[in-house]
């Protein structure tokens, strides 16, 4: 195998270089691997499959007597060397990340001869909150009407995950694939940034070019849908607002559009989904509107998305729902 995988548990900011030259899966045993190849996992117990992407497949497991969550590389990607690749960085990435709103890495190493990376326990993803499963009752029938997530739940959510994006741009990492369905909840219910497949370490400022999974057209900025190229934290910025957007109007943006029309109607039309927020929620229509901004360098830095979400904590102060049930 040409691409050799970070290995070891999730360490300070910085240590992703380090990870990335050590080729021996962190923890796990299973002999002594050969120079710049990684080993089996030991001591791992795959249970339910949970995803099937297009690269890789998301397992439920117990590795070293705890509860885990492991991404397996499918055995088709083996042959490519961009998908390796690809692979190594998220793993290099995730070693060099340690922050409370991150998702954190377990150890890497080998399932089986396929690469594959232990991630903690996570439940369902800021997505299924919005949208619980079930909900669907029949052909042109409404479903039931949601009971309103409380603003302190929203609030808290959002500025978790908007201070997991500056933690990451501090750093000179892109996450490049900002959207409900990467954010998880913990059994606490924080929100942790997880899904780093898409991501890259802006070098030179430059960052590789990548070829999205198509539900992640419709959160793209207009100048990765004109250049298929996010190498600027101002991208992962245009993405947060319409998670912000869909958080606040419990709603997909652009509904009834494919993502890629969506895609299109943003960056080529210059369209955006129409801003009324609940009464309680309308202080975060200045932050949507600031971050989509159409010409990337006239949105905030998520540092400073951070600050404005932080001032208005004092108005969700003492509101009821500052804990997910």
Request: overall charge neutral.
């Amino acid at each position: 195998m040409k691409a050799a995988l970070a290995s070891g548990a999730a360490g300070p900011p910085g240590a992703a270089a380090a990870a990335a030259s050590d080729s021996a899966a962190g923890g796990g045993g299973g002999g002594t691997p050969a120079a710049g190849e990684p080993a089996e996992l030991a001591n791992l117990s795959l249970g339910a499959q949970l995803s099937d992407g297009r690269r890789a497949a998301l397992w439920s497991a117990t590795w070293e007597r705890r509860p885990a969550v492991v991404k397996v590389l499918k055995r088709e990607g083996l042959k490519s060397e961009e998908v390796l690749r690809t692979f190594s960085q998220e793993v290099a990435i995730l070693a060099g990340l340690s922050h409370p709103s991150v998702v954190q890495l377990l150890g890497s190493g080998l399932h089986h001869g396929a690469p594959a990376l232990v991630l903690e326990p996570l439940g369902s993803a800021l997505h299924e909150l919005l949208y619980p499963p079930g909900l669907v009752v029949g052909p042109g029938v409404p479903p039931p009407p949601l009971q309103p997530i409380p603003a302190a739940v929203i609030h808290r959510l959002v500025l978790q995950s908007a201070e997991a994006l500056a933690y990451l741009h501090a750093f000179h990492v892109l996450h490049r694939d900002v959207r409900p369905a990467t954010i998880l909840l913990d059994s606490s219910g924080r929100a942790k940034l997880a899904c780093f497949g898409a991501s890259s370490r802006l070098e030179r400022g430059h960052a590789r070019e990548y070829t999205p999974e198509a539900p992640s057209y419709r959160y793209m900025a207009p100048e990765v849908i004109s250049h298929l190229q996010c190498s600027e934290p101002s991208c992962d910025v245009f993405s947060f607002s319409l998670l912000l957007w869909e958080v606040t109007h419990r709603q997909v943006p652009f509904e009834g559009h494919s993502p890629v029309q969506a895609a299109f109607a943003s960056a080529m039309s210059r369209l955006r989904p129409a801003l009324r927020p609940r009464t309680e929620l309308q202080g975060f229509a200045p932050i949507i509107s600031a971050c989509w901004e159409h010409t990337a360098d006239q949105r905030p830095t998520m540092a400073q998305v951070v600050e404005q979400l932080h001032a208005l904590a004092p108005s969700f102060a003492g509101a009821p729902g500052t804990a997910l049930a």
